[in-house]
Each structure stands twice: as structure tokens, then as C-alpha cells.
């Protein structure tokens, strides 16, 4: 690939785990095979990981800080067994009303920036889930052994029902059953480790729920119910409202920093930021909690930290005026991201490039599912 991979700091080892939860101590269960001496020796299954993200418009700076980047460093750092599924789940996207040709958009732009981060199609496999029928195939199958009344208890259901006036007709039975897709993104692929994030660790536990109730249905060892790598909490916030996370649907752009954005549209963004009057710099999110998103912002973005946390940060900035603290966040964030929007650039324009990208990842999702779903059918008797 032609973007630079990024060296892995002592911060995303130290939070994200990496060293326990891919390449030590959390294993999935071990396998006994014979050896030549008659005598059993055990042995540690590899690894598949899978991770998804929605293609609905240029990803900002918390995506990448919050997931984009430990994919690449997954992809550096885990083991040579390791198998490592990245999914841009189109079909999640449409369950809310997407115009045609915007997503068609969206899904081109969205494959060129996995590449520009970093991501390696000869490494990782990169598909569009909707490439893959399996994903929804799975998905019914599933469906008819999911409850309704664990699927109406989840967050993001009760969320939506709370925030609508007249959830009967608004609200589709796409939205419901969300988390049934989701569980038969993971499990289609026999995926052990899912990186998610606090607020998905419900859904992971619904697709371990699935799989451990199809295999006692059933019998046997069918499905393989994932761990959770719990991702490190690198919450970004909005420029805006420091309050809220950064978040592509809130309808103030400047509330946000895309991956694509100049060095000057970051400097504008980043000056109008919201902080406080008071004098020095202090890391206090609740307290002072614009001034602590630009500090975690600037923690984060700097790929070699040389301090152990915000606070020993904050220490080192107290003497700065609000004005030196934010150029040199707007300075660390444009070293972070400038050879992204360099490579995004040249990936969108290789339309020929993204295409093979796709279609070897198809092939390569494709022959993965078809392992599940052959046992899948031969155990519900469909095959």
C-alpha cells in the first residue's frame, strides 16, 4: 500500500490492550491434536477479528482516533495467523432513507479512505457487506431464533422509541432488528474478537446470546460467540458542544474535523472551537469541558505521546493562553491526518484500483461466509 502505516505509540498499547487481548493471555478455547509421541499438545486456534463501519460520508477526526486507526495498527501488530475482517456495512446504512446515488458516493469515498488510513487489501480483507449475501442470509436464519422482547430492551431501540412521537409509523422493523445484522456480520465470518466501542458492547452480547442459543438448539459448535476488545475510551467531542461526541449527522460542520479537510479549513475549526474565559489551561471534562475535548484531541492525535495522560499534559500547557493551546492542537491534528488526505486523494481518483480492491475482498468474504453457512443449513436442515 502506498500510505504509511503508523508506528504504534506506548498509549494505544497501554489502553487498547493489544498485547493481552490479540497476542497473550485472552485465547479462545484451545484445541488438543495428536502428536507423534501419542501424547496431546495444546494448541491456540487463530484469531479472526471483524470490524464494520457505516459508509455515510467522509469519516471524522473521533472515527479515526476512536476506531480507524486501531485497525491499522490491528493490522501491523496482531499475529501472522491473525485474520483480519473489515467491513463497510451498507446494508446498516439503509435504515435510514439514503438517497441512490449518494450512497453510491459515499461507499466509493468510504473504501478510498480504509485504503488512505492505511489499511491493506494483500493484509485485511475489505469488502461491502451488501457484496455478500450471506450477511443477510444469516441474518433471517438468526431472526427466526432471536426475541423480540431482548431486541425492544436495546439501547439504541429504547433511544429512538423515547425520541419519536408517533413511533408506529415512523420507526421500521429495520431499526429493531439492527442488532440481529450486526450479530450476523460477526458470526457469518467466525469471528473471536470484535473491537467495539462502550456503546456497542450490548450488541456484541446479543450476537454472543445468538450463537450460543443456535448451538444449543442445534448442537454443537456451529457458531463461535465472539469476544469483546473493548476499544480505549478516546471519546472526541464536538468543536461545538463539548458536551456531545463529534458526530457526522450534527448539522453544524464546524462541530466536526473530517479526515479530508485542508490545513486551513482545520485552523478555522479548531480557532472557533468552544473553551472558556478562564485563565490557563487545566484538564477538567467536566468542569471545563472545551478546553479538556481540545486537550484529548491533541493526546490522541499525537501518535508518539510523551506523556502518561491528559493531565500530566495539561501540566506542561497550564502557562499557554487559549490562543497557543489551539494552534498547537491545530498543528499536532494536521501531522496526524496530512498524508491521509494526500493518499484519500489519490485513492478516490483510481477508480479502477477501487474496484479490484473490492472485488478481491468480495472473494475473499465470500468463501469465509460459505464455511458458516454450509454448517449453518446442514445443522437448521435447509441442506
Known sequence: MLPRVRHIGRDTLRQWSLAESILGSRRVPSQTVWSRDQSTTVTTPPKTIFSGIQPTGVPHLGNYLGALRQWVTLQSEAAKDTTLVYSLVDLHAITVQQDPKQLQQWKKESLAMLLAIGLDPNKSTIFHQSDIPAHAELMWILSCQASTGYLGRMTQWKDKTANEKDSSKKLKLGLLSYPVLQAADVLVHRATHVPVGHDQAQHLEFARELANGFNHTFGGDVLIPPETLISPARRVMSLKDPMAKMSKSHPNPNSRILLTD??????????????????????????????????DILYHSDAHPAYSSQDELAKDLA????????????????????HIRASYAHFLHDNDHLDSVAAQGAEKAAKSAAITMKAVKSAVGLS
Open 319 to 338: 502557562d499557554l493562553s487559549m490562543r497557543e493551546l489551539k494552534d498547537r492542537v491545530a498543528d499536532t491534528v494536521e501531522t496526524s491526518i496530512k
Open 262 to 295: 485542508s490545513e486551513e479549513t482545520i485552523r478555522r475549526k479548531i480557532k472557533a472551537a468552544v473553551t472558556d474565559s478562564m485563565d490557563g489551561i487545566t484538564y477538567d471534562p467536566e468542569g471545563r469541558p472545551g478546553v479538556s475535548n481540545l486537550i
